[in-house]
């Protein structure tokens, strides 16, 4: 019964004018399949295709063997016009890409002295001694009728093949080599030859179960019809995403105004934004708009909270300091919490973590501060405080609010989620939202 | 020419006896096709199967199409022994993987009295209001035969099938969810099946390129029989990772040290730590034994490298407080960087690092201070000091060194980077290492 696979086919080939471009990747890498090494490529790529107009309809991940890379690339190859293969184009004896493809498509491999000259121009530039290593002359080695797709941030350039209904490109598999030759050579190619790019409103919530987003939402396909919704983990919570209808008359901004009034309606009390804004960018927002400068006094949470608030850029203009105080001390000096108060509630408790959001605030000179402070674990929990146990503050004009968080999970997840928490209860201060109860 | 397929199965029953346990795995899920989710639930999966015993040989994402699910689950059960499904197994309507699996297996769906009970009670327990959404109900609906996997820290239960020669484990795609089942249902399966398991020696590197890496272990093929070396991209640099033989007569501890021995003696001066050592946990190692204490002034890394640091475990044992100085009254005020060097170098130069890393142990009171300025962009570079620009010192008793790095890349590659060369700065400095030059 190969249906599934028939069907696969039948899905890329079908697509209704005015739809988009069916792409498979295949990446290469023991690595990736012995979970060493988590494939962030994929997501990129996928994105960036997407993007452009393409649409990802399957993915494999193959062992570095050649046999095992051929026939991935012969089976997608059979179903779509566009495959990506990423991975396995190194100077290491471990690197047969290049020979899987060349099995694939029967067409032997060959030196290109181009290529070749290219290789030793750069490693001599990047202050390689004489002469380069032989390993790296086999990225030299290609399949017959291929051309090169530049490589404009490292040595292994990359190939594109046309061969029979497809077209293939091969990728290096380290990430910021990938994405720029993926937006320099692939992403145009797709845009010239997709009809149109699909399209996709995303409200994204913090604070609410799927299970309950699924109910609010149960009568979208009668109240946006020709919307398809789906339902994803984000930054923070569930993103709720819907695909604009395709070859509505109606422009793409009136399409996505009716999906988000639609969606507003219904679930407005839990969104903090849209499409690629997080939470730290739509707190960076409020802070600008009500121009105010930020300061944080964080512990567990170690740096983490101050890390996303600054992965946003421009956030200079309002982000003045944050302070990671693990110890009693630090706490004290840096965000003038009283040591009297640390005695008798702990470390670790309501009044502490209002304290470092009111002190670091006043020493600072801001308008805002944050504090947190928790047990992220895995020792320092007691039965009175469990791991997972976590205060954070936000003081504001607006108001001085705190949640006590009762976390469970690894040391990573109670950090994360103490920062979004963090992150959301500042959002919801600066918005003037009502305060969450729990 | 489905000739690698044919391999594929021939490699997966061909192993040796005391090989690893051939495994698939299958990822459902449109989220994951378009890139909007990074996949790390295989990564992780794939560790822990390795960990048991079991080798991934291949792996496939597909989207929220029965069909198309059910074929991935085919193709996978007529090749290996163990295959393992995640995502899809949710309350919404494109949650389909059940149905994926009813049609692979020709088993029908039936409501399991059971899991509704459960479902139910666990609604109430988490406060959800009477009655439960009827989207709950599907994740009760279970294909003939199948027995449960207990979900320790979710709604939706795991299924477990024998069907003729293999095993297929279904379970949710929530990290944490997929995570503690695998655990604590796969793992025991595999240990009790596995005739041994695969076992590796990592030695991890950080400021050497991989092709030079291969050259210098060129002949590891001699001075290691019957090792299997792979490159790795690792957390600050490349990887390298031997698999020890198997079936040797040796003890693992003895095969382990022969690998540790060969690549010490060849790339040693590169190699920051072994198997699961992060630069962060190797850092903490040093400044236990040494009986020092760490403080951290950072500008353009945001916190991050206080995240890094107090990511391990036990870190408060010797980490007092970082600060996130990003105004200049800030580097002022927190590090006690005298204003006049800002006005005469600029904030991101040499000197301000270095007062920054003094400066910021001296306020503290430790032993080694950090200091970290520079421009991590998109905007704020100028002609002198462009984007990637970055100034880490390092400040402990053994001396006070300094790195002027000149990075490309995105906003979040220039701070990642940075965090990397400031944590090796520091675990050179206090191993005694001789200063990098470059």
Redesign the interface.
Known sequence: ?????G??KA?AQAAPAGSAFAAEVVTVG???????????N?????????AAGA???????????P??????I?SAMSRVPLVVVTGGL?????DVTRKGVSQALARPLSLDADILENLRARWRGRGGRDPM?A??ELQAMVPRGATIVPNP?GSAPGLQIQHEASTLFVLP??P?EMEAMAEQTIAPWIRARAARSVTYFTLRTHGIW???L??KL?DLASALPGYA?????GGGGV?V?VRLPLGDPAGLDELRERARRVLLERIGAYAFGEDDESLESVVGKWLVARGYHLA?AESC???????R???V????AY?????????N??KV??AGVPASLIEEHGAVSEPVARALASGVAKV?GTEVGIGVTGIA????GTPDKPVGTVHVACFAPEGEWHRHLRL??S???I?DRSVTAALDLVRRLLAGLPEPVR
């Open positions: 019964m190969a249906r599934g696979r069907d696969l899905r023991n690595e990736i399949l012995s979970g060493r090494t988590v494939d962030t994929f997501a990129h790529l996928a994105r960036l295709l997407e649409r990802v309809l399957h993915h494999e991940s193959v062992a570095d063997v046999d095992e890379i051929a026939a991935a012969q190194g100077p290491t004896p471990d290593p390993n790296n941030v598999g380290v910021m799927e299970s309950v699924a109910e149960h919704v789906a339902y994803l983990p993103d995403r944080i949470t170690g740096g983490l909270l101050a890390g608030i600054t992965d850029p421009g956030s200079s982000f003045d300091r944050g302070v990671v105080c693990y110890s001390a630090a000096a840096l600072s674990g895995p020792t320092g469970t999970g040391r990573g997840l950090r």
